[in-house]
């Protein structure tokens, strides 16, 4: 994709500000440093972020750190540990972890203008700081660090305190630092496949490849098989509403081969569903956009039930396409939607099957909920505000004002 | 169409962007609230004043601030939200005499909950802290540069609402300039004192920014047709 592809859904100005914003970094070389360069959020992001970094005038490198099985057994945990699940290190456990992180910082080339680490695995490389002394460190950590395990929120934090700056996703996740810290929402890309337009026939091509009727209203969750995500509770809901409205209920997700919670999980989905022909539980493989797409495009109301979330993009995901969206005040999810402007918000179950019912009672409200909503998210939740936010970020690392001319 | 007056100076359309920068502290009740507003620096209280223009322009106009959202809807002070969302910030040049103002509301309440013995003040949850976080503004010079009325409201309708908001609401409280960048040079330059007059009197705090816009270019297009 390339900038002006953005100017038909942002506005020409918008993409105009990002060019005049990388003038002001021309040459500067930004080196992304993670630990995997497929599969999850990082990769993601960074696929998509590092070509028009290029293309507003900067060079963006990407390195990624390398680990054995033992490593990321470990920082697995380091992840765990970081959302608050009560666990400990063992010292082998540190040793492994720190020996790795010397062998990359042997091996690997940090040279660049500003070095971006993501994520606890390559946080110790901060301790080449004093050979590339002219270089900016900034630590991005992706993960809710609201409640932290104490030990391993002390141990790194000892390597993030020597970074030059850090950015966290929300502003529960902040910390008392010595060092700056700065507030960088995720973002989806508006002409991915999980988000572009698609054609009437696409969606119902979808539809009826799945089953599913048209012309009776669809509440829809598209979410991971994750107790965390509630499924069981979305069918308690679904239940509510079918007393009164006659309607069908999507419940898509992938399933993780490595995960052997989300079959169970899928299991009891499946088990509570059974009989009810118009629940339709979709286990959908991997690399199915388009169908998620589709799915969300043809619900009536998007659900996101959830017990607890990161920032739960699949709620930004809805609002973008201008759905009504009923969703726990959990997470990020109160960043996105607020109550009665941008969707709705709910506590239980039955709080939820009430909002449910009203927006399919209340068409006109329900469409002008999902206006809102995918306004809202236009203006702050989209690929190019996160280009601009990072162009911001390094810009900032070169001042100490809070108004800076440039 | 009236002859319009070349202007002494041309008029430069600025834009301004922020990054939001966290402080890491945190209030759980009206107390920490207050303890955040009277030691923070002024970026926070900008902030915390002016974000929802910025993030809820498409939505509604309100709510106004921060402050009065989380102490009405988290900490049940409705009383108290309602007094802080009516601050009336276009009557302030300067944060430090917003800050006072704030400073201010929350003592007198404070002080009358304490007075009449409801002075058991309720705390958050976790989840529901306010955070305080600042606002680093970068400004820069647009493309659009305009000699007189009619090419200035044709700029107007074209450049993004960043720029709208600085000349608007950042030059005045944040640089502490007397009057929007706007009404000053409409004054100074193109001699239009009424008009300038007339912008000035908007209080462009109760209007989404896209209201704004309209808005004002409908007062100069009445003016020079």
Redesign the interface.
């Known amino acids: 994709m390339k900038l002006s592809d953005y100017e038909a859904v942002v506005g020409k100005n918008i993409i105009e500000e990002l060019r005049v914003l990388g003038k002001r970094l021309t040459g500067k070389v930004v080196r992304n440093v993670n630990s995997t360069a497929v599969g999850g959020g990082v990769a993601e992001i960074l696929n998509r972020m590092n070509p028009l970094l290029n293309e507003v005038g900067l060079r963006a490198h990407w390195s990624v750190i390398k680990g054995g099985e033992e490593f990321f057994s470990v920082t697995k945990k380091f992840h765990n540990m970081l959302h608050g699940k009560d666990e400990a290190l063992s010292d082998k456990e540190m040793e492994l972890f720190l020996q790795t992180s010397e062998e990359n910082l042997k091996n690997m080339d940090l040279s660049a203008d500003i070095i971006f680490v993501h994520d606890p695995q390559p946080i110790v490389l901060i301790k080449n700081k004093s050979r590339f002394k002219k270089s900016k460190w900034i630590w991005r950590c992706h993960i809710d660090v609201s409640q932290p395990n104490a030990q391993v929120w002390n141990f790194l934090k000892d390597y993030v305190e020597q970074y030059d700056a850090s950015v966290f996703s929300s502003p529960s996740f902040a910390q008392i630092l010595k060092i700056r810290q700065f507030l960088i929402s995720p973002s989806i890309d508006p002409l991915s496949d999980k988000n572009k337009e698609l054609s009437k026939e696409k969606i119902e091509e979808v539809l009826k490849h799945f089953g599913i009727a048209q012309g009776k209203p669809i509440i829809a969750q598209i979410s991971r098989f994750d107790y965390l995500k509630d499924p069981v509770g979305v069918i308690d809901v679904y239940r509510l509403v079918k007393k009164y409205i006659d309607c069908q209920l999507v419940l898509a997700g992938g399933t993780a081969t490595d995960d052997p919670e989300s079959s169970k999980v899928l299991a009891e989905v499946m088990e509570r569903a059974k009989g009810d022909n118009d629940i339709h539980v979709l286990a959908i493989p991997a690399a199915s956009d388009i169908e998620i797409n589709a799915l969300q495009r043809a619900a009536d109301v998007v659900l996101q039930k959830s017990i607890r979330e990161g920032f739960a993009l699949t709620v930004t995901e809805a609002l973008w396409k201008a759905k009504p969206v009923v969703a726990s005040a959990v997470g990020g999810i109160p960043l996105q939607i607020k109550h009665k402007y941008s969707g709705l918000l709910s506590r239980t179950i039955e709080g939820t099957a009430y909002w449910v019912k009203q927006l399919l009672n209340s068409p006109a409200y329900a469409k002008r909920l999902g206006q809102s909503g995918r306004a809202y998210i236009k203006q702050n939740f989209l690929l190019t505000r996160h280009l601009r936010d990072y162009l911001l970020l390094f810009l900032a690392l070169y001042h100490t004002e809070d108004i800076i001319n440039i | 169409m009236k002859k319009l007056k070349k202007a002494k100076q041309a008029f430069t359309f600025y834009?301004r962007?922020?990054?939001?920068?966290?402080?890491?502290?945190?209030a759980r009740d009206l107390k920490g609230l207050l303890k955040g507003i009277k030691e923070l620096?002024?970026?926070v209280i900008y902030h915390h004043t002016h974000r929802f223009l910025?993030?809820?322009?498409?939505?509604?106009p309100e709510p106004p601030n921060d402050f009065a959202y989380w102490v009405a809807e988290v900490l049940g002070e409705h009383k108290l939200g309602e007094e802080l969302a009516s601050v009336d910030v276009i009557q302030f040049s300067s944060i430090r005499a917003l800050r006072e103002k704030l400073i201010q509301t929350i003592e007198n309440h404070i002080r009358y909950m304490e007075n009449t013995g409801r002075g058991q003040f309720r705390v958050s949850g976790?989840?529901e802290?306010f955070?305080f976080?600042?606002?680093?503004?970068?400004?820069?010079p647009?493309?659009y540069v305009v000699h007189n009325l009619l090419e200035f409201v044709e700029s107007l309708k074209?450049?993004?609402i960043?720029s709208i908001y600085f000349h608007v609401f950042e030059a005045k409280l944040?640089?502490e300039k007397s009057i929007n960048d706007f009404s000053y040079w409409i004054d100074t330059n193109c001699g239009e004192n009424e008009l300038s007059k007339e912008l000035a009197r908007l209080d462009p705090y109760t209007y989404t920014l896209e209201g704004l816009r309209t808005k004002i270019i409908n007062l100069i297009e009445k003016r020079i047709k």
């Open positions: 834009t962007l922020h990054l939001q920068e966290l402080t890491g502290y945190k620096s002024g970026s910025q993030q809820h322009q498409f939505l509604s976790m989840e802290q955070h976080i600042k606002t680093i503004s970068f400004v820069f647009t493309s074209k450049v993004t960043n944040r640089l």
